[in-house]
């Protein structure tokens, strides 16, 4: 019961660092903010008994938290342009839509049991009033030891058995970083000895 | 005293003592992803960050000299290519990703087949990645190309600027 109080206050914590991050019109308080609300993530993480996901978001949050700092400290403006009210309304009540939609269908409204299983049960596991088994979470922990021979079941998991996953992952953090350096590049390549 | 460019001398003298350390935590982390918390990104990610500390505490002009862009070209596609290969002798060992190295002990460093391979590859491409962004997103390369080519006028101050 204890750790949901604090899960729940850590959301709102959450959800306040957010509005101040696109509420503010300065450019470095918002990026503060967007850290904030990031470490409140990491917080939930190790709360929630996923050390490998926290200690990941731990470090991602302070590699961007730097990278931004150092990007708004250089701006000579720092004052971030917004979009006409019409406009920002607009996508305000749109959001809200979708995301109470989500909320609709993820956890119940038309049926008496949603799609996703209630509070503390996590999607691989097994629900005893399901015919059929959906989980494959046991399976993992059950096979993991004597098929790959590691420790950390997440790892076999991402590695191993959904390893076409984490290859496409890769190629997408590849080409993501490909894309920046094009874009930064403000001029071609050139070859060094032309006449 | 001549401190260059750069942060303070307290900073850098600091960097020299710590960076290290920091480099050789995410290699562990990425080296016993296997055997606990952690992994090949959150190791990269560790390692990226000693990097960036080196970048933001000696300057542009003075971290060039261990870490340019192209040495993180290289090492992000190395690491990717890496990371295909183990995938690729798997194949050739019977299908892709399939497990070509003994198993091993369970909870010992030589243990869980291909995966710290992995890891291993995912950190170099990781870490490249980020300090090569890094150092793009903060134009140093930028300064460097105006100290060569000065009758060039300046284009502003940071990309995305109209």
Redesign the interface.
């Known amino acids: 019961m204890g750790i949901e109080v604090l899960i729940v206050a850590l959301i709102v914590f959450m959800l306040i660092a957010a509005l101040i991050a696109v509420e503010t019109s300065d450019l470095l308080s918002a990026v503060i903010a967007v850290g904030a609300a990031g470490f409140a993530l990491s917080a939930i993480d190790l709360l929630l008994g996923a050390?490998?996901l926290?200690?990941?978001q731990v470090?991602?949050e302070?590699?961007s938290l730097?990278?931004l700092v150092?990007?708004v400290v250089?701006?000579?403006?720092t004052s971030a342009t917004r979009p006409a009210d019409v406009l920002r309304t607009g996508v305000a009540l749109l959001a809200a839509g979708v995301m109470l939609a989500v909320v609709f269908v993820a956890f119940g409204g038309a049926s008496d049991r949603g799609v996703v299983p209630p509070f503390g049960q996590p999607v691989l596991t097994h629900r005893p009033d399901d015919p059929i088994p959906p989980g494959v979470g046991k399976d993992y922990l059950a096979r993991t030891?004597e098929?790959?021979?590691?420790?950390?079941t997440?790892?076999?998991v991402?590695?191993?058995y959904r390893?076409?996953d984490?290859?496409g992952e890769?190629?997408v953090?590849?080409v993501a970083?490909i894309g920046?350096?094009a874009?930064?590049?403000?001029?071609g390549r050139r070859k060094e000895r032309l006449p | 005293m001549k401190t260059g460019d750069g942060m303070t001398l307290i900073v850098k003298n600091v960097t020299r003592l710590v960076s290290g350390f920091i480099a050789v935590f995410g290699i562990y982390?990425a080296m016993t992803?296997?055997?606990?918390?952690?992994?090949?990104?959150?190791g990269g990610?560790?390692l990226?960050?000693s990097g960036?500390l080196i970048v933001?505490a000696f300057g542009g002009r003075t971290a060039r000299k261990f870490i340019t862009?192209s040495t993180c070209?290289v090492a992000?596609?190395a690491g990717?290519f890496g990371?295909?290969v183990v995938?690729l002798c798997g194949f050739f060992a019977g299908s892709?990703?399939a497990?070509f190295i003994p198993?091993?002990?369970?909870?010992h460093l030589a243990?869980?087949?291909?995966?710290p391979l992995?890891?291993l590859a995912?950190m170099v491409?990781?870490a490249a990645?980020?300090v090569?962004?890094?150092i793009?997103?903060?134009?140093f390369g930028?300064v460097l190309?105006e100290k060569k080519s000065p009758d060039r006028p300046r284009?502003g101050?940071?990309?995305f600027?109209e």
Request: aromatic residues 8%; proline residues 4%.
């Open positions: 050390p490998d926290a200690i990941t470090v991602v302070i590699i730097v990278v150092r990007l250089t701006r000579t403006d030891a098929e790959i021979g590691a420790a950390n997440v790892m076999s991402v590695l191993d390893g076409y984490t290859l890769a190629t953090i590849f970083i920046a350096y874009m930064l590049r403000t001029q | 982390v992803g296997h055997l606990g918390p952690g992994g090949g990104f959150a990610v560790i990226a960050a960036v933001l862009e070209h992000d596609a990717a990371f295909l995938a892709f990703f497990r198993i091993g002990r369970l909870h243990s869980g087949g291909t995966l992995s890891n995912i491409k990781v990645g980020l090569g962004v890094f793009a997103l903060t134009g930028r190309l284009q101050p940071m990309p600027e």
